[in-house]
């Protein structure tokens, strides 16, 4: 069973889905637009204040000819649907490898793509693993960014 979770959905409930409730091949995923307020905003969340993120002139004097995504702001944003997906049920992601592969920046819309990968039972959890790998593209279709997420699930 494929399932698709959109921006439009609004906020999660608390009724997230249960281990039991994934299947090998299952999809999920959003569209979100950056914009340059998920850069200064981000910054100061996380504390990087690298001119690359928050200074234009800097920026474009750069190989990248911009302001930029934080890398830890995209991983974030990849792993947000993941999250809301499991809303209620998650008892903790456990892992988030992310590879950065283009820049991400303002005015990019971002297609991200989760698939379940590898689902692991761990029954004295009461649940269990659920594995998906990712896949964050641009509005041209150019891959940007991968990622592999391990989320423990509970099944009640």
Known sequence: MAIRATPDA????AG???YSEFCLGDTFGT??????DHLDRGADLIGDFNPLHLDEQYARSTRFGGRILHGVLTSALMSAPFGNLVA?????????????LAPVRPAD???IEWTVTELV???RHGG???VAECEARNQNGELVATAIGKMLVADA
Request: charged residues 15%; proline residues 9%.
């Open 10 to 13: 609004g906020r999660p409930s």
């Open 16 to 18: 997230g889905w249960r």
């Open 88 to 100: 209620g049920t998650a008892l903790g992601y456990l892992e988030h490898n992310a590879r950065f």
């Open 121 to 123: 039972p761990k029954p």
């Open 31 to 36: 569209t979100v637009t950056v914009t340059a």
């Open 109 to 111: 819309v971002l297609t």
């Open 128 to 130: 269990g693993i659920v």
